[in-house]
């Protein structure tokens, strides 16, 4: 007797994974955009604020690719 495997209709999961890709194409320019401005800061104007700001940048998007890289915290 053989099995047949049903096809799944995965559109809608392809559609709204298509939709959040876009989404984060579009924060990843922005914060492109955003660090070629130097974080919209001046060098003679930067403080210890900006430093623990950029830190804060860093350190979430170190959650990410941690976590998309399965480095840090994620690693096997």
């Known amino acids: 007797m053989t ?9 809608k999961a392809l559609d709204a994974f298509m939709t959040t890709k876009v989404q984060i194409d579009a924060m990843l320019e922005r914060l492109k955009a955003l660090s070629d401005d130097h974080f919209e800061t001046h060098p003679d104007e ?7 700001t950029l830190n804060h940048y860093a350190s979430l998007l170190r959650q990410i690719t941690d ?4 480095e840090g915290e994620h690693a096997a």
């Open 3 to 11: 099995t047949r495997r049903t096809t799944t209709d995965n559109s």
């Open 46 to 52: 930067i403080n210890w604020g900006d430093v623990g």
């Open 67 to 70: 976590s998309a890289f399965k």
